[in-house]
């Protein structure tokens, strides 16, 4: 798929524009510069042309942001990697010299480029002011307003001309596998991020709340993709000062239920953390099929920890979610990273299971003679008929004479039986009795 990359200084408006072009609110926007810094990607689609749009962070060096030469490194990889660049100006404002500088910068990479200037609300503006933005010697300039769409016609027209056309009779890809990589700050989510899709595409730093956008990469695996979704580290609001990050964080929440998978990311030298704890909540709570990347093996392994002990601490603390497979990686030396693709592929299927009434009556009893079940009073009562009602999670209705509903304990116990019985690992089950 082609990319058409955005770029530009920050504060020009590139998010606002990318969200009007997807015609929907994917980027961030906030009215503080800097908010993005990752590469976010998205499939976009203008008059009959399909690409891929990234949104980037903003070009320049400050003092003042001492991850500003990281987030213009990343942009630049976005720029010689696109099949068109569109250089986004602050129309309020005159050329600045370093505007002129990365014109001429784009221009040698010899890639199809277009030069919007954006932030032109009115009729006056648009006629008053704007000679100097002809001194890049471009042929055609595009006057826009982002935020109000104006002028927006003529440069989705030029971006889909300029995008080459896909080849006839070429099969249509496959929908990606959307998976999530969740967790508090600092467990090493963008580094695993990068390791996954093989190349520097996200940010990476010691400072907490680095990630402030969700920022997805499509990652192709042979003939199947994943749509890698790197999440801003999830921490209490109080607990965060930059309301950048703030956004960043209430984003990633709503974010969860929209994954097909979710890759809980935990760091091996202090987990279970309490936060740990809270973000594999949001986990369970939102239906989602689950696998845990236990991160930063390396430094475990010189203690000789081994995984059925790591296992044991983890899910003493967070039984919650022990259905879920643990898989140890480090995104450092890429050790059983790719587990996280097969495993991923796994639980999503395993999430999507129909099993058909027959067995499940079979199952159930077989169940029954073992162990009978007991309601939330505390009195014994019989099932008489299961049947499978949904899946994402899978959904099973039992038909029984109990009123208050299972007791906690039996209803651990038989959803435990269920997912031996029919491999229903890294998926929750969610029961209904009638």
Same mark, same amino acid.
């Given at each position: 798929?082609?990319?058409?990359?955005?770029?530009?200084?920050?504060?020009?408006?590139?998010?606002?524009?990318?969200n009007?072009?997807?015609?929907?609110?994917?980027?961030?926007?906030?009215?503080?510069?800097?908010?993005t810094?990752?590469?976010?990607?998205?499939?976009?689609?203008?008059?009959?042309?399909?690409?891929?749009?990234?949104?980037?962070?903003?070009?320049?060096?400050?003092?003042?942001?001492?991850?500003?030469?990281?987030? /213009?490194?990343?942009?630049?990889?976005?720029a010689?990697?696109?099949?068109?660049?569109?250089?986004?100006?602050?129309?309020?404002?005159?050329?600045?010299?370093? $505007?002129?500088?990365?014109?001429?910068?784009?221009?040698?990479?010899?890639?199809?480029?277009?030069?919007?200037?954006?932030? #032109?609300?009115s009729?006056?503006?648009?006629?008053?002011?704007?000679?100097?933005?002809?001194r @890049?010697g471009? %042929?055609?300039?595009?006057?826009?307003?982002?935020?109000?769409?104006?002028?927006?016609?003529?440069?989705?027209?030029? #971006?889909?001309?300029?995008?080459?056309?896909?080849?006839?009779?070429?099969?249509?890809?496959?929908?990606?596998? /959307?998976?999530?990589?969740?967790?508090?700050?600092? &467990?090493?989510?963008?580094? +695993?991020?990068?390791?996954?899709?093989?190349?520097?595409?996200?940010?990476?730093?010691?400072?907490?709340?680095?990630?402030?956008?969700?920022?997805?990469? +499509?990652?192709?695996?042979?003939?199947?993709?994943? +749509?890698?979704?790197?999440?801003?580290?999830?921490r209490?609001?109080?607990?965060?000062?930059? $309301?950048?990050?703030?956004?960043?964080? #209430? *984003?990633?929440?709503?974010?969860?239920?929209?994954?097909? &998978?979710?890759?809980?990311?935990?760091?091996?030298?202090?987990?279970?953390?309490?936060?740990?704890?809270?973000?594999? %909540?949001?986990?369970?709570?939102?239906?989602?099929?689950?696998? #845990?990347?236990l991160? *930063?093996?390396?430094?475990?392994? $010189?203690?000789?920890?081994?995984?059925?002990?790591?296992?044991?601490?983890?899910?003493?603390?967070?039984?919650?979610?022990?259905?879920?497979?643990?898989?140890?990686?480090?995104? @450092?030396?890429? %050790?059983?990273?790719?587990?996280?693709?097969?495993m991923?592929?796994?639980?999503?299927?395993?999430?999507?299971?129909?099993?058909p009434?027959?067995? +499940?009556? /079979?199952?159930?009893?077989?169940?029954?003679?073992?162990?009978?079940?007991?309601? *939330?009073?505390?009195?014994?009562?019989?099932?008489?008929?299961?049947?499978?009602?949904?899946?994402?999670?899978?959904?099973?209705?039992?038909?029984?004479?109990?009123?208050?509903?299972?007791?906690?304990?039996?209803?651990?116990?038989?959803?435990?039986?269920?997912?031996?019985?029919?491999d229903?690992?890294?998926?929750?089950?969610?029961?209904?009795?009638?």
């Amino acid at each position: 798929m082609s990319q058409v990359a955005i770029v530009g200084y920050p504060n020009a408006g590139k998010s606002t524009l990318f969200n009007r072009l997807l015609r929907q609110k994917r980027s961030l926007v906030h009215s503080l510069p800097g908010m993005t810094r990752d590469r976010v990607a998205a499939p976009c689609v203008l008059h009959g042309k399909t690409f891929e749009l990234v949104d980037t962070g903003g070009f320049f060096d400050s003092k003042t942001e001492p991850l500003s030469s990281k987030v /213009k490194d990343i942009a630049w990889g976005a720029a010689k990697s696109a099949d068109l660049i569109v250089l986004l100006l602050d129309g309020k404002n005159n050329l600045l010299p370093a $505007e002129l500088d990365l014109y001429r910068a784009l221009k040698k990479l010899d890639k199809p480029l277009l030069v919007a200037v954006n932030k #032109i609300d009115s009729g006056e503006e648009r006629t008053i002011g704007l000679g100097d933005f002809y001194r @890049l010697g471009e %042929k055609r300039l595009f006057f826009i307003s982002a935020e109000h769409k104006i002028g927006l016609s003529d440069l989705e027209e030029a #971006i889909a001309d300029a995008v080459p056309e896909e080849a006839i009779g070429a099969p249509a890809p496959a929908r990606p596998l /959307k998976i999530a990589l969740i967790g508090r700050t600092n &467990v090493g989510k963008s580094s +695993l991020a990068n390791r996954l899709c093989g190349e520097e595409r996200f940010l990476v730093s010691e400072t907490p709340g680095t990630t402030r956008d969700s920022a997805d990469i +499509l990652v192709r695996r042979g003939t199947r993709s994943y +749509l890698l979704v790197d999440m801003a580290g999830i921490r209490k609001l109080n607990r965060v000062a930059d $309301e950048r990050e703030s956004a960043g964080v #209430i *984003k990633a929440r709503k974010n969860i239920p929209l994954a097909d &998978v979710l890759c809980l990311v935990l760091d091996a030298g202090e987990f279970p953390a309490h936060q740990d704890a809270a973000v594999a %909540k949001l986990a369970f709570d939102s239906g989602k099929p689950l696998l #845990i990347a236990l991160n *930063k093996w390396d430094l475990l392994l $010189e203690d000789g920890v081994n995984i059925a002990r790591a296992a044991k601490v983890l899910f003493a603390r967070l039984e919650f979610i022990s259905y879920a497979p643990l898989v140890t990686v480090s995104a @450092l030396t890429g %050790k059983r990273t790719n587990q996280i693709f097969e495993m991923a592929d796994k639980v999503f299927r395993n999430g999507q299971k129909k099993i058909p009434t027959p067995r +499940l009556n /079979k199952f159930l009893e077989e169940v029954q003679a073992k162990r009978g079940p007991v309601s *939330k009073a505390g009195q014994r009562f019989r099932i008489k008929y299961m049947t499978q009602h949904g899946v994402l999670p899978p959904t099973f209705v039992l038909f029984g004479n109990a009123k208050s509903g299972f007791a906690p304990a039996y209803e651990k116990f038989f959803i435990q039986k269920l997912r031996e019985a029919f491999d229903l690992w890294g998926t929750p089950i969610k029961l209904v009795l009638k």
